[in-house]
């Protein structure tokens, strides 16, 4: 996993970190970070894009977590890259 300087916390739960990279790319996703994984989380359609050490209950949970707070997230995205 890269570790970034510039990277918002925009939620935590739990033990898991949901951030926006800033120098990161499109689509509009962010990341659910924590000591024991990682995952990318699309913001249009609520996929994960990729993930590592979560299971899949708690990839479960946190796409719901994301999916509550999509259109506040999506909004801070598009701030941070347009």
């Avoid at 918002?8 to 024991?36: C, G, M, W």
Wanted: aromatic share 8%; net charge negative; charged share 25%.
């Amino acid at each position: 996993m890269c570790i970034f300087l510039d990277v918002p916390t925009l939620y935590r739960f739990k033990n898991i970190a949901i951030r926006i990279h800033t120098q990161d790319h499109a689509p509009a996703h962010v990341h659910a970070e924590s000591p024991d994984g990682w995952a990318k989380i699309d913001l249009k359609t609520l996929q994960v894009i990729e993930a590592d050490g979560f299971t899949k209950n708690e990839l479960n949970i946190i796409v719901e977590f994301v999916a509550a707070r999509a259109t506040h997230l999506t909004d801070k995205w598009k701030e941070i890259h347009e």
